[in-house]
């Protein structure tokens, strides 16, 4: 597998990211590697991290990168922030599914590995029902996809309601198992686009 530059922009100000609230302790977390594959080959990898803090809202942020069949290549975040409605202690249900409190739309979101400076923050993309969505460039979603797989991390996410930024802190890393599979699945998601761009380069 090729070595991959670690590049991190900055789109926000300090100050704008000292504005975020404390983060809360988390009671659950999760990080894992998701893959796509098309025709048999490869065409997507990514993660997804998931957790839920103690006031019972539920985060679930995927960060991808994909080859079209056309050799383009591009990536997508998103993340959607849910909280349920509670009775005696435990989520209401109706038909089978949990009932989730209307709290806005995600309208803006982003990843700060510890090693970086600054977040990388994504707000140029649109929210639906409580979710937000945002085609990004490849390169740099690469870079930050091989950061938040090795060391810790925070997500953090607004809504439209003015309220400061939501925070979650990854501080649990993928295991083994889940660590080659985003290996591999790069790997060869790499060796696709090459061999793409040497049959359009005859």
């Known amino acids: 597998m ?30 894992v590697s998701v893959e796509y594959t098309s025709n048999g080959k490869q065409s997507g990898c990514g993660l ?14 995927l960060i991808t990168v994909f080859m079209k069949d056309t050799g383009a290549t591009f990536g997508v975040v998103k993340v959607v ?9 435990v989520p209401k249900m109706k038909n089978g599914s949990p009932v989730f409190l209307n709290i806005g739309n995600v309208t803006k979101a ?13 707000s140029q993309g649109t929210s639906h029902n409580d979710g937000y969505m945002e085609t990004v460039d490849y390169a740099s979603t690469v870079d930050l996809m091989q950061l938040l797989s090795q ?5 953090g996410f607004s809504f439209n309601t003015g309220q400061a930024d939501q ?9 083994r198992r889940e660590g080659n599979a985003f290996a591999a699945c790069m790997a060869n998601l790499n060796n696709v686009i090459e061999e793409n761009k040497k049959k359009r380069s005859f």
């Open 151 to 155: 060391e810790n991390f925070k997500i």
């Open 48 to 61: 997804r991290a998931t957790a839920e803090n103690k006031d019972n809202l539920t985060l679930n942020a």
């Open 110 to 122: 982003w990843f700060k590995p510890d090693s970086a400076a600054q977040p990388k923050v994504y």
């Open 2 to 31: 090729k070595h991959f530059i670690f590049t991190f922009v900055a789109l926000l100000s300090a100050n704008a990211f000292a504005s975020s609230s404390t983060p809360v302790p988390l009671i659950k977390q999760n990080f």
């Open 81 to 89: 922030a849910r909280k349920a409605e509670m009775k005696n202690g």
């Open 167 to 175: 925070t979650f802190i990854f501080d649990q890393w993928m295991d």
